[in-house]
């Protein structure tokens, strides 16, 4: 199995602050890494595609970055909306597809 | 609008069977793979497997397989997540994602195709309790 490392677990953060979070595989999945954002009680979200590629409708604040075993999600400028729990997810292979344990990103 | 309408809240006792379910709408369910993924109560994603509708080709993780078994109707544009033997353990969120974002990497003279999971339902709340 791939597996796939988030840090921090968890994030405190202020609205207007850049955060960053960091993904990393234990073996190469090459830019195949998608991030998902999840708010409470609701379903995941698809952020980013390709590593860094950004899914239509998902403001520009947030990108994606890396290939190989590390990748990085960045939120540019923290909006009040985007405080959640966000996954990153390897889907080189499904044997099985894996996840993150997620970062949960609170107010500080 | 794509959605994936997933079947409403089942409160079930242990040993008991249950299938729920995930409607393609928008879209013809045998064009992209469907996943299903358990979400414990406070707890992070596991992808338990999936399915190609347009051939049944199913695939399973380790922790899932004989537990649970995933299926499709074409004609109804549904895929199915079903237990036959309920456990306690099993009281979870789940959800249905469609694999609609594919990428075609060719290797030497063969191609290879990786998917990743663009759309999700609402999810199903499972609790089996006695």
């Known amino acids: 199995d791939i597996q796939m490392t988030q840090s921090p677990s968890t994030l405190s953060a202020s609205v207007g602050d850049r955060v960053t979070i960091a993904c990393r595989a234990s073996q190469s999945v090459d830019t195949l890494l998608a991030w998902y954002q999840q708010k409470s009680g609701k379903a995941p979200n698809l952020l980013i595609f390709g590593a860094s590629s950004l899914q239509t409708g998902v403001p520009s604040r947030f990108s994606g970055s890396g290939s190989g075993t590390d990748f990085t999600l960045v939120i540019s400028s923290l909006q009040p909306e985007d405080f959640a729990t966000y996954y990153c997810?390897?889907?080189?292979?499904?044997?099985?597809?894996?996840f993150g344990q997620g970062t949960k990103l609170e107010v500080k | 609008e794509v959605q994936l309408v997933q079947s409403g809240p089942e409160v079930k006792k242990p040993g008991e069977s249950l299938r729920i379910s995930c409607e393609a709408s928008g879209y013809r369910l045998t064009r992209y793979w469907i996943s299903w993924v358990r979400q414990l109560p406070g707890e992070g994603l596991e992808w338990m497997g999936s399915?190609?509708?347009?051939?049944?080709?199913?695939t399973y993780s380790p922790s899932f397989e004989g537990h649970v078994i995933i299926s499709t109707d074409e004609a109804r544009d549904t895929a199915y997540l079903q237990w036959s033997s309920l456990k306690a353990s099993d009281t979870a969120m789940y959800y249905c994602?469609?694999?609609?974002?594919?990428?075609?990497?060719?290797?030497?003279?063969?191609?290879?195709?990786?998917?990743?999971?663009?759309?999700w339902g609402i999810g199903t709340t499972v609790t089996v309790s006695s």
């Open positions: 997810q390897q889907y080189k292979s499904y044997s099985p597809y894996t």
């Open positions: 994602a469609r694999h609609g974002g594919v990428v075609r990497v060719p290797v030497g003279l063969e191609d290879y195709y990786y998917s990743y999971m663009d759309v």
């Open positions: 399915i190609d509708p347009s051939d049944s080709y199913t």
